[in-house]
């Protein structure tokens, strides 16, 4: 078997750590200690982020906000389903590191992925971004490594007000969260989950949970 080596390593502002580790080509983020991302597995990101375009493929500018880089499939998936000139893709992402992390140490995974300028990044978190972008957003995808999201009913009623009319929040998780369900209709969404397969290959064992949280009736984004 082939040496898992650490590539890279650094701490967030709450103090928490992100580790960058290889083995045989394969590259793993972990949090914290915990598996965050991984190459090998990412069935769950790409579903997400096709999902979150599904809806708005009319909408001639479509602006998304993902909360936090990762791996960068989320974004990757989601940048490869429009040409649209004028879309925009805003990475929130209070850790500089991680994007340092994408082009010095990741650039093969998704090869020009940063070359192309509809991306942006925001060294804040999504919800910081989230009250700065008052009903301009199409989508929020939001990706978590445990079976509950620690969301307030605060950030949940900034995420809602980020969004356009009929826009969706996205929040992928290991395992259903029904606590997580009712805080979200609280602040006004209608929410619904769909079960994914967590890895994009290989036998498909395990499933993840992605929570879909709209904004209200939904009108397809027309073009302007």
């Not at 708005?56 to 602006?63: D, L, S």
């Not at 209200?216 to 073009?223: D, I, K, M, N």
Request: aromatic residues 8%; hydrophobic residues 40%; contains cysteine.
């Amino acid at each position: 078997m082939k040496p898992l080596t650490r590539i890279a390593e650094t701490s967030s502002q709450d103090g928490l750590s992100w580790e960058l580790w290889e083995r045989d080509g394969q590259f793993f983020l972990l949090h914290d200690g915990v598996q965050y991302a991984s190459a090998f597995s990412h069935g769950s990101d790409d579903a997400m982020a096709e999902m979150a375009m599904s809806p708005i493929t009319r909408a001639n500018q479509p602006t998304l906000l993902f909360a936090g880089v990762g791996l960068g499939f989320p974004l990757a998936a989601a940048v490869a389903c429009t040409q649209k000139e004028k879309a925009s893709f805003i990475v929130a992402e209070p850790c500089p590191e991680l994007i340092r992390w994408q082009t010095r140490y990741l650039d093969a995974l998704h090869p020009g992925l940063w070359d192309d300028n509809r991306i942006s990044v925001e060294k804040m978190s999504a919800v910081e971004v989230a009250r700065r972008r008052s009903g301009s957003l199409h989508a929020i995808i939001v990706k978590s490594t445990h079976a509950r999201y620690a969301l307030s009913m605060g950030e949940a009623s900034d995420f809602f007000g980020a969004l356009k009319g009929g826009g969706l929040l996205l929040i992928s998780l290991s395992k259903p969260d029904k606590r997580l369900e009712g805080l979200l209709r609280r602040a006004g969404f209608e929410v619904t989950t769909t079960s994914v397969p967590a890895s994009h290959k290989g036998k498909q064992a395990k499933f993840h949970t992605i929570v879909l949280a709209r904004r209200g009736r939904f009108v397809p984004f027309a073009q302007k």
